[in-house]
């Protein structure tokens, strides 16, 4: 079964501490460098970092007590212990920390009150003056306060900025008053905005339609600002969602994981993904809303900081269950008057949140209740179903929308929106017409599951391996069939739910949560796992998915797609010396994921026969004896309705592509294989539409005359319609929208 990790805030213990100063064991040739930093931040507090530095050519600090006076109220703190005296922060190492080598940096971090503000009036460590310098992001982390660094023409608390194509200018300057020496200009996106700086002056070239992210610093102070840039297409309109299949990674706001994305680079020492996803789960009653000051700003955060590094943010709304699920605490809490009432208003704040964070058209995906249609479909409940056993006899409580109060204070549904019944077709139309009406940009839909089947499946018995591994035995060609009939009886009945009603833009479905290597004795005998794929298996993934896209009519999303890769790679780190073997124990489990689709050449072993099985006879599957080669297969996602694949760990034990939080960790335990794969895709990402597919008249380019073939072609279309762009046997506004996203000269 599908398990979800719930990732869960970091609350650091807050203790009164009195503690001797601790002296040097050594006097420093040069003042330690401190650096203030801010990494989000939110209406009435933030998040930071006290990174101290010892510079190189000193001697060795052991044991360290840092004398700080600075007006931000401090609630909360980690990696250090803090007592105050007079006015003044007293800050000493833990027990493991204490040892700053030369050249050395020991980061602590800590939440505060109020604003983040450049305002240290006294900085010494072990009695030492120190050098104090400031990080921080556009707009103050969150969106609050005054950034550190100006842009003429730019609020200083803008997470973000359109520009029209072409070269944009503007003048630089610290927001203290002060002048810096140089500035550096950095953008995570040059394909479609660079950045460049010419003394005070900055130059953004926006190249194509897109999001990018920027990073400007003042080197000589530390003073930084994130910044995200929306690139206008030539009509001027707001840029959507990518062109290509866009490519995305699960992101929390904790401070590593943010200095991770802000820390980009170039080529492949860049970090850049497409999207990034987060969980809006735990129920109505002490979930994501509770978690912060302001209620709900988990969600506000999260597109502020996705806006700042110019990443589209997606939530996996969760919220059916509050803890565990299954099928009958999913039942139950549907049927539960008081449940669904926050339910409801806990979902109207949710679309309010990211309507106001995304007015200006920021793109935002929603992807509704993982597993919940799943578990109906397995116990065989029909869509129209009011109420069944489990619920405990009561109705699904869609009515209650209309009975309960948003927070705005009014009803929820009202006499003017339409009128969805009491059953469970019913809840998932209201919650696609509420979405659409409140946040009529948004990309949402509802996830699918592979094992969506009841007992003895829709058209075909499944066994306990999946319907992935029908064709480990039978004629090859019959048992893919089996493959697509089973995935089209799954779709009917998700479609049946309706979850392509009232504008839904988008189905998912994810793999398993978990990397494959977790599963026991799979690493070593991977023939006989369940999870732990081969190349047949991931194109009978793909033609599952097809289907899934046939039927629905609509894009499919991969999501929670794992990280973990097969040993051992061919890949080396742009920084030289080699990717660590994943041993699969808890967090470095391997997985054939991210091969697949991101291609990879590694030496199988003993595995070989497993892993150059080919019964497909993919072309892209090349073997020279154990070692083998999977090039990579976003085209045939693409080709089958795929236009994004997100990928990150699933539970607590899988493998992580980026820093895990609370840790010190800083690429993630694979090393920064994910990641490294992940920028040689996006340096030439696949188009969703193939080039000039859209050319319908074949005059090189596409424009009004390819309109008004589409448009006549409107409806059903044969096998093969030229106008059929997305192969789904209609012609209609999914292929209306591909054909637009490729207006203009043929490539």
């Known amino acids: ?88 922060y007293v800050i000493t190492n833990e027990s493991w920390n204490g040892t700053i080598a030369a050249g050395a940096t020991v980061s602590l971090g800590f939440t505060a009150s109020g604003q983040f503000a450049p305002t240290v009036a006294e900085c010494t460590l072990n009695g030492v003056a120190a050098t104090v310098l400031y990080a921080g992001g556009g707009g103050g982390g969150g969106g609050s306060g005054t950034a550190l660094v100006r842009m003429a023409g730019v609020a200083d608390d803008a997470l973000s900025a359109a520009i029209p194509p072409g070269a944009s200018t503007f003048a630089l300057s610290l927001t203290n008053g002060t002048a810096p020496s140089a500035w550096e200009a950095a953008s995570n996106n040059p394909a479609v905005c660079a950045a460049s700086v010419q003394g005070s002056t900055l130059t953004l070239t926006g190249a194509a339609p897109g999001l990018a992210g920027i990073r400007l610093k003042d080197p000589a102070s530390g003073s930084e600002r994130l910044l995200g840039i929306a690139v206008r297409t030539a009509a001027g309109a707001f840029p959507g969602m990518p062109a290509h299949v866009a490519l995305g990674s699960v992101s929390e706001d904790t401070t590593s994981q943010l200095d991770y994305w802000k820390s980009f680079g170039t080529g492949l020492a860049n970090r850049r993904v497409d999207i990034r996803y987060i969980y809006i789960n735990g129920g109505p009653v002490n979930g994501w809303r509770t978690w912060t000051t302001v209620a709900g700003d988990r969600a506000r955060r999260y597109i502020r900081e996705s806006r700042k590094l110019g990443f589209i943010p997606c939530f996996v709304h969760y919220n059916v269950p509050d803890g565990g699920e299954s099928f009958t605490t999913d039942s139950e809490h549907l049927g539960s008057a008081a449940y669904m009432q926050g339910y409801w208003k806990d979902l109207a704040l949710f679309l309010r949140i990211c309507r106001e964070e995304t007015a200006d058209g920021w793109p935002v995906m929603v992807i509704y209740e993982p597993d919940l249609l799943g578990y109906m479909a397995q116990n065989g409940i029909q869509p129209t179903a009011a109420s069944w056993p489990a619920t405990g006899g009561p109705d699904v409580q869609v009515q209650q929308a209309y009975t ?92 049946a739910c309706g979850v392509a009603t009232h504008g839904a833009t988008l189905v998912s479905i994810d793999k398993y949560g978990l990397d494959a290597g977790a599963e026991t004795g799979a690493a070593a005998n991977p023939a006989g796992s369940t999870w732990f794929w081969n190349n047949d298996h991931w194109n009978n993934y793909l033609a599952f998915v097809g289907q899934l896209h046939a039927v629905s009519g609509l894009p499919v999303v991969l ?118 794969r992940a920028q040689r895709y996006l340096q030439s990402p696949v188009p969703l539409v193939p080039a000039c597919a859209a050319d319908l008249n074949r005059d090189g380019a596409v424009d009004g005359a390819d309109l008004g073939t589409l448009l006549a072609a409107w409806g059903p279309a044969s096998a093969g319609a030229a106008a059929d762009l997305d192969r789904d046997g209609a012609v209609s506004g999914s292929d209306l929208g591909l054909l637009l996203a490729s207006w203009g000269p043929c490539q």
């Open 1 to 88: 079964m599908h398990r979800i990790f719930r990732w869960t805030r970091f609350a650091p213990a807050i203790a009164a501490v009195g503690m001797a100063l601790a002296a040097a064991t050594h006097a420093a040739a040069a003042p330690p460098t401190v650096t203030f930093r801010q990494a989000s931040g939110w209406n009435d507090g933030f998040t930071g970092g006290i990174d101290i530095t010892n510079p190189a050519g000193n001697a060795p600090i052991a044991g360290w007590t840092l004398r700080v006076r600075w007006a931000v109220p401090f609630t909360g703190w980690w990696n250090c212990l803090l007592s105050q005296d007079a006015g003044t």
């Open 559 to 676: 999501w929670q797609l794992p990280v973990g890769h097969i040993n051992t790679t061919a890949e080396v780190p742009a920084a030289g010396g080699a990717f660590p073997v994943l041993d699969n124990t808890s967090r470095r489990y391997e997985d054939s994921a991210p091969d697949f689709f991101l291609g990879d050449t590694f030496d199988a072993g003993a595995r070989t026969s497993f892993f150059q099985q080919n019964r497909w006879a993919d072309p892209k599957l090349a073997a020279a004896g154990a070692r083998l080669t999977w090039g990579a297969h976003v085209q045939e996602a693409r080709d089958a309705g795929v236009s994004a694949m997100l990928f990150g760990p699933g539970v607590g034990d899988s493998t992580a592509n980026i820093p895990a939080s609370g840790t010190f960790d800083t690429l993630g335990t694979d090393g920064g294989w994910f990641m490294q």
């Open 404 to 495: 309960t109060a948003g927070w705005d204070g009014a009803a929820i549904l009202g006499a003017s929106d339409p009128a969805f019944p009491n059953t469970l077709r019913g809840f998932v139309e209201a919650v696609n017409y509420l979405t659409k009406r409140d946040l009529p940009n948004a990309q949402f839909g509802w996830q699918f599951n592979l094992w969506a089947s009841p007992p003895g499946g829709w058209t075909t018995p499944i066994s306990g391996k999946g319907v992935m591994h029908l064709t480990d035995s039978g004629t090859f060609a019959v048992q893919v069939q089996k493959v697509r009939d089973e995935a089209r009886a799954i779709a009917q009945y998700y479609v």
